[in-house]
């Protein structure tokens, strides 16, 4: 599975738009891009995936490039409850069972 | 809809003490099941997965076993406590025919050795 690259971290004024930003240059054509987030002491919590077009659900969007090599996932009004370490993780489906955390960023959303 | 219990949330032991860890997962059949540890400071890493009843795979070589004696029951174990098995235990299932959803995961048990 491919690697991914994500800033240390990031701060985002609560209420505004928070754009989380993640590099996979060698990501591979039926790799999928997911999203996780760990609030502390907490399990992770899966937000959104996708392969090529742009996602929206109920927690965020996800604009994937088209060459596919970066993502941002938008949160569109960041809350101080989506202060957390955000993951992005590229896995083929079907692929290998792991499913295989980084180091994630950290966002802090301020008041 | 589908649940995951994971149980205790927090526990203390001795070392060279035994472990027990139970996940168990409602609301579905046939999951795959895994086991991750978080140390502290660090990543999650993949321990133990499982495609079926009786059927474990190991990831990391290490004091601890796994094993799935019914399909939604997955339970992590050590004859021996070390210190270094301290961490945040979190166990975790997804569809077995995989798809595209992602993994759902536990709260976590975080275990300190002594």
């Known amino acids: 599975d491919a690697k991914t690259t994500q800033p240390p971290s990031m701060d985002c004024a609560e209420g505004r738009a928070a754009n989380l930003p993640c590099n996979h240059s060698?990501?591979?054509?039926?790799?999928?891009v997911y999203w996780y987030r760990q609030i502390h002491s907490q399990g992770p919590q899966y937000i959104i995936h996708g392969l090529k077009n742009n996602e929206t659900n109920e927690m965020a969007s996800l604009i994937i490039t088209e060459d596919r090599k970066s993502s941002t996932l938008i949160l569109p009004h960041a809350t101080l409850r989506d202060t957390a370490v955000y993951y992005c993780i590229v896995k083929a489906q079907g692929g290998s069972e792991k499913l295989v955390f980084g180091k994630g960023m950290k966002l802090t959303v301020n008041p | 809809s589908q649940t995951i219990h994971q149980w205790p949330a927090t526990l203390v032991q001795p070392v060279g003490s035994p472990l027990s860890l139970e996940c168990t997962v409602e609301g579905t059949s046939n999951p795959n099941l895994y086991w991750y540890r978080q140390a502290a400071g660090r990543g999650l890493q993949l321990l133990f997965y499982s495609v079926g009843i009786g059927q474990i795979s190991s990831e990391v070589p290490q004091n601890l076993s796994a094993s799935r004696p019914q399909d939604r029951q997955f339970i992590l174990s050590s004859k021996k406590l070390l210190l270094s098995d301290s961490g945040f235990y979190l166990c975790?299932?997804?569809?077995?025919?995989?798809?595209?959803?992602?993994?759902?995961f536990g709260s976590g048990t975080r275990l300190t050795v002594v």
């Open positions: 975790a299932w997804r569809h077995r025919t995989g798809g595209n959803g992602g993994y759902t």
């Open positions: 060698t990501i591979s054509g039926n790799e999928y």
